[in-house]
């Protein structure tokens, strides 16, 4: 499949309202948040920040991250971090931007993700090697998801992570 079948596939998809085939999500925690996600987004192309009501994801919140979008030049900042992701982080991200964070500033996978849907304005879901204090842990699936406000740019990321 060519790149640009596969940008076609995508927005068919969104259009369809139907999970791309990208978007295997394994972990529960993943289907969930891109259930919520879709169902905020409406007809939109993405859903705005003030449409994430954190009651309504109380269940999976431990979980989310949300960050700022900066983009020029292209960053992002940690403006939320759920409880269970900051247990597993090496420090406390709460404020930083990734540019910060040695193992995930530019061109860490992480921030490579980011970047993709913050240009992109599609969700995307990937292994990210695990980083953190639980050895037991290898990989996380992580799904991000854009936020915009005007409904096409997108000015904050909405992530849910699944540990594998």
Request: proline share 7%; glycine share 8%; with cysteine.
């Amino acid at each position: 499949m060519t790149e640009r079948s596969a940008v076609t596939d995508l927005t068919d998809c969104l259009t369809m309202r139907t999970r791309p085939p990208q978007l295997a999500l394994r972990s529960p925690i993943n289907q969930f948040g891109y259930d919520y996600w879709q169902r905020k987004r409406g007809g939109r192309p993405m859903p705005a920040h003030g449409d994430i009501d954190s009651a309504e994801i109380a269940k999976i919140l431990p979980h989310v991250f949300l960050l700022d979008v900066r983009h020029q030049p292209l960053d992002f900042r940690y403006r939320l971090v759920g409880t269970k992701m900051d247990e597993h982080m090496l420090g406390r991200y709460t404020g930083l931007w990734m540019s910060q964070i040695e193992h995930q500033r530019a061109p860490s996978r992480i921030w490579s993700n980011c970047r993709r849907v913050a240009q992109e304005g599609l969700p995307f879901s990937g292994d990210t090697p695990y980083v953190g204090k639980n050895k037991a842990f290898l990989t996380t699936e992580d799904l991000i998801m854009p936020l915009g406000d005007d409904g096409a740019t997108v000015d904050m990321l909405f992530v849910t992570v699944g540990f594998v």
